[in-house]
């Protein structure tokens, strides 16, 4: 068993480094650090600066240069502590912001329904921390979470991520090397894509069910105006996620606008005050 684990530290040192890299930052963060424990050549490589710069520029896309470390710093700090303690405390700040909007959600919808405004703040504050997907999945796709929740970040994830489709990771830096080689990475790795359907579906969330129900201004008629209009549709969120219903994320993006008074998200088919009774 010991040699066995030698001769696969011997295939992996032989390779390229660019490879290796490439290999370590594609594994989970939890077997990342499994395989930095394995060896003194893992060790130094899965706990490299540059592994964990990769980690943090994948898992946050969208977040700005301003917040990550200089060069210049780097160059003058020890191996692998800067870059890690940005991953390290970036985890935990999301975590704590991703509670304070399940709670600021929970405080808006007592009666299980939510006004677009209150969800459309929620979503901004995911956009104003430069929620990953990654951290979405973690903290708010959750079975045992109210379905508003879940909500907030699918509508994220389509408007903000722009995650729709199924992307594969690119395993073109390894066509070139050898079968055994091929293989031992293969083993190693799971592919996996950013596919928000499937996603849901993994979270066992993908068939669960909101109500949205929007007031529009009544239109004139020689003079008189007429009775406000009410829509409403039931949506699951793996429906939003596949664009099957394009028309329910419009009116949750733009929110109450031009002849559009009010914008409800319910859990149940609960029935609602008429927007003109509603106090402010």
């Known amino acids: 068993m010991h040699k066995g684990k030698s001769d696969s530290v011997s295939i992996f040192s032989s390779l390229p480094e ?5 290999i370590a930052s594609l594994l989970q963060v939890r077997d990342l650090c499994a395989l930095g424990c394995c060896s003194r050549f893992w060790r130094e490589l899965c706990f490299s600066d540059c592994i964990w710069e990769s980690l943090v520029r994948n898992r946050w896309p969208l977040l700005s240069s301003f917040h990550f470390p200089s060069s210049s710093t780097l160059t003058h700090s020890p191996s692998f502590k800067k870059w ?3 991953y390290s ?3 935990l700040e999301l975590g704590v912001r991703a509670r304070s909007v399940v709670k600021f ?5 007592p009666s299980e329904s939510l006004e677009v405004g209150d969800h459309l703040k929620a979503v901004d504050t995911l956009i104003g921390t430069s929620f990953g ?3 979405v999945q973690r903290f708010l796709f959750d079975p045992q979470m109210n379905v508003l929740i879940n909500l907030v970040g699918v ?5 903000t991520l722009g ?3 199924y992307e594969l990771r690119s395993c073109e830096p390894f066509w070139s090397l050898d079968q055994s080689s091929m293989y031992l990475i293969c083993k ?3 592919w996996q894509g950013d596919n928000l359907v499937e996603t849901l579906r993994t979270h066992e969330i993908s068939d669960r069910r909101v109500c949205v129900k929007w007031w529009k201004v009544g239109r004139w008629f020689y003079g008189f105006r007429m009775r406000d209009e009410t829509h409403s549709r039931w949506v699951s969120l793996a429906d939003l996620a596949a664009e099957d219903d394009e028309h329910v994320l419009g009116v949750l993006r733009r929110g109450t606008i031009h002849e559009v008074l009010r914008v409800q998200i319910s859990v149940i088919g609960r029935k609602s005050a008429h927007w003109s009774h509603r106090l402010e």
Do not use: M, N
Not at 18 to 22: E, I, T
């Open 133 to 135: 997907f990654e951290d």
């Open 18 to 22: 660019d490879v290796v890299l490439k």
């Open 155 to 159: 509508h994220y994830c389509l408007t």
């Open 84 to 86: 890690r303690k940005l």
């Open 89 to 91: 405390d970036r985890h």
């Open 105 to 109: 959600v929970e405080a808006c919808s």
């Open 163 to 165: 995650i729709r489709v």
């Open 188 to 190: 190693c790795l799971q």
